[in-house]
């Protein structure tokens, strides 16, 4: 799929023709969705005041950088994250999105970007009157069943909601995107073939497809005329096939909605119901989306060497390594698998000479390096955090000028090494 937003979307927002940036594709494109292109800064940003930021966008609004000065509510800003890396994206038990509405809409003037929101993080937030707080993890994962002050998530909630501040988590999504986190992590090693460890799907409605064959015409359209009665039958597709016996042979492909009602027509027809077969129709894969990545360099490094890279790339004095069996420092890496955070479940059973994650438990490390693989840990959120500094500047390039955009200084991982 290929979208790309054109200039003369963009012409009532001009008194006269629009300039000659209007034709120009920008090369550094920030989206994370496959196969998206974005225009030009500018135009990205005007575009949006024609939409739904303010339809009443007019050049006097503009800045010298080329932003939209107008206003942005908050169902704006989450149609914004939503293009950089869909939720559909997450994994299925990950809890993301908005979890903290304000009853009281107003516009986004100040966004705080987090890798966890914690008490210090939302002190920070109230200080500087936030509006809204990304928070890559999410600091609401498991149901409440009351809001009180000895929990310190409940607390959290609560403070969020006395506030008016709106509270956001992307996380597996971030991670899943296609230049996401994780091709943000597997990068500090330097260029190479990159593969997703884990294919995400399309997110489209689950379809099954039915077959069973019919002995005779009559019989076939008795039971395609019940079919079609069924609801959403709108939605189905057949095939026919006439068999060497002379029966007729139907594939129908339905909704994982409309699949009882299916199997109970056909089950009511003695002579289709001995023929009755049933799969699962299997999602198209999403290019470039996925959980973890590895990756072929393109130039071998040492161990050390890609130890030394990883602790510039993600700003940290120090990391934990475990080398492979009969492994040195020197040992050359040719290939490499990470996930972020903790990335045991992922990596398990992938060949490469290196892993890279934020933790692993004691005996997963041992399984490793028993296969000869190194192993770098940075702690948990240590492997996530140096992103948030992609994703301010990709949320600048999309957001008007009115919206300032902050990484918190109190964010810390929790463990230290003293």
């Given amino acids: 799929m290929s979208c790309i937003f054109l200039s003369n979307q963009l012409s009532a927002c001009w008194s006269a023709p629009p300039p000659a940036s ?11 969705i496959p196969g998206c292109r974005i225009v030009t800064r500018r135009l990205f940003n005007l575009r949006h005041c024609l939409s739904s930021l303010n339809p009443s966008c007019h050049p006097r609004h503009l800045s010298q950088s080329g932003h939209c000065n107008v206003s942005m509510d908050l169902k704006g800003v989450l149609g914004v994250l939503e293009q950089l890396a869909p939720l559909s994206l997450a994994e299925s038990w990950d809890n993301v999105g908005l979890l903290v509405e304000p009853s009281r809409p107003r516009p986004i003037k100040t966004i705080l970007l987090t890798n966890d929101l914690t008490s210090a993080v939302m002190d920070e937030a109230e200080e500087m009157a936030c509006d809204l707080v990304i928070s890559y993890h999410p600091p609401l994962f498991r149901p ?3 809001l009180l002050q000895k929990d310190w998530k409940q607390r959290l909630a609560v403070r969020a909601v006395e506030g008016g ?60 005329k019940l079919l079609k009665e069924t609801e959403n039958s709108e939605a189905f597709q057949y095939t026919l096939l006439r068999n060497e016996e002379g029966g007729q042979q139907v594939i129908l492909t339905c909704p994982g909605s409309a699949l009882t009602p299916v199997v109970q027509t056909v089950l009511g027809n003695v002579s289709t119901s001995q023929s009755l077969s049933i799969t699962q129709v299997q999602q198209n894969p999403m290019l470039g989306c996925g959980q973890g990545r590895h990756v072929v360099l393109d130039e071998p490094l040492s161990v ?9 790339h993600l700003g940290l004095p120090h990391l934990r390594l475990a080398l492979g069996e009969q492994k040195t420092l020197d040992a050359v890496v040719k290939s490499a ?13 992938v060949k490469a000479d290196l892993y890279i994650t934020g933790e692993m438990s004691h005996h997963e490390v041992l399984d490793a390096v028993a296969n000869g693989t190194s192993v770098i840990l940075s702690d948990h959120s240590n492997s996530e955090r140096g992103f948030l500094t992609v994703i301010k500047q990709r949320l600048a390039n999309h957001l008007p000028d009115s919206v300032t955009i902050a990484i918190s200084k109190r964010d810390r991982d929790p463990l230290e090494v003293v």
């Avoid at 090693?189 to 002995?215: D, I, K, M, N």
Wanted: proline share 2%; aromatic share 6%.
């Fill in 22 to 32: 209007a034709h120009v594709y920008g090369a550094g494109a920030s989206s994370m």
């Fill in 144 to 146: 409440f069943k009351r």
């Fill in 165 to 224: 501040i709106a509270v956001f988590s992307p996380h597996t999504s971030w991670d899943s995107a296609k230049d996401g986190l994780n091709d943000w992590l597997i990068g500090g090693l330097g260029h190479g073939q990159v593969s997703v460890l884990s294919q995400a799907l399309c997110s489209a409605p689950q379809r099954h497809r039915v077959e069973f064959t019919a002995g005779s015409q009559v019989e076939l359209d008795s039971i395609l």
């Fill in 304 to 312: 050390g060497v890609a130890v030394q890279k990883m602790k510039t």
């Fill in 337 to 349: 698998a990470v996930c972020a955070g903790s990335g045991a479940s992922v990596l398990q059973g």
